[in-house]
T-cell receptor, first 116, second 112 residues
């Protein structure tokens, strides 16, 4: 079974440009999460989708960030316009609702975003 | 607010035991997690413990939880070079439906 995949693995853009990150969760997982790790800092929660609905977007930094999950499958995270402080590694994770275990979140390898 | 703290770096010799410590502040945490990140890879859930447990053992891994002091530790017995990675302590509520709060990560270096 394929794990969580993210595209691209690396992105280098200039300040003011737009970048769109994509996440494909594990098939059948209703929960999808975005996290971000800025250099030297903790991994911070950005938002949580349940299917196509935003369940919790309390971690989104500002309105330059837009996350979508049309159809409840893959998700995109768009940054427009990008600023220097947006540089970091963006992780996506998915989990399956209803398991009796830890409801483990499975993480993708991350997208490293560098804003110059 | 939630806060998870852990040391940045740990170096051990191959074959020794490693102990990575973590403190957290959210008393409503239901699950405490340890994630491992190898170079170039995503986060892999190593083990987790419910907040009503004191200890959990899984092969070479032992997790100890002191709920009163909000202190969590991960012990790796017979540490191998393949254990070199960044280890993240994390807490979560409601069994993973909600957001997970991570520590900054402890980089474990295993010296052959």
């Amino acid at each position: 079974e394929a794990g969580v995949t993210q595209f691209p693995s690396h992105s280098v853009i200039e300040k003011g440009q737009t970048v769109t990150l994509r996440c494909d969760p594990i098939s059948g997982h209703d929960n999808l999460y975005w996290y971000r790790r800025v250099m030297g800092k903790e991994i911070k929660f950005l938002l949580h989708f349940v299917k196509e609905s935003k369940q919790d977007e309390s971690g989104m930094p500002n309105n330059r960030f837009l996350a979508e999950r049309t159809g409840g499958t893959y998700s995109t995270l768009k940054v427009q316009p990008a600023e220097l402080e947006d540089s970091g590694v963006y992780f996506c994770a998915s989990s399956q609702e209803g398991l009796a275990s830890s409801n483990e979140q499975f993480f993708g390898p991350g997208t490293r975003l560098t804003v110059l | 607010g939630e806060d998870v703290e852990q040391s940045l770096f740990l170096s051990v010799r191959e074959g020794d035991s490693s102990v990575i410590n973590c403190t957290y502040t959210d008393s409503s945490s239901t699950y405490l997690y340890w994630y491992k990140q190898e170079p170039g890879a995503g986060l892999q859930l190593l083990t987790y413990i419910f907040s009503n447990m004191d200890m959990k053992q899984d092969q070479r891994l032992t997790v100890l939880l002191n709920k009163k002091d909000k202190h969590l530790s991960l012990r790796i017995a017979d540490t191998q070079t393949g254990d070199s990675a960044i280890y993240f302590c994390a807490e979560g509520e409601s069994g993973g439906y909600q957001k997970v709060t991570f520590g900054i990560g402890t980089k474990l270096q295993v010296i052959p």
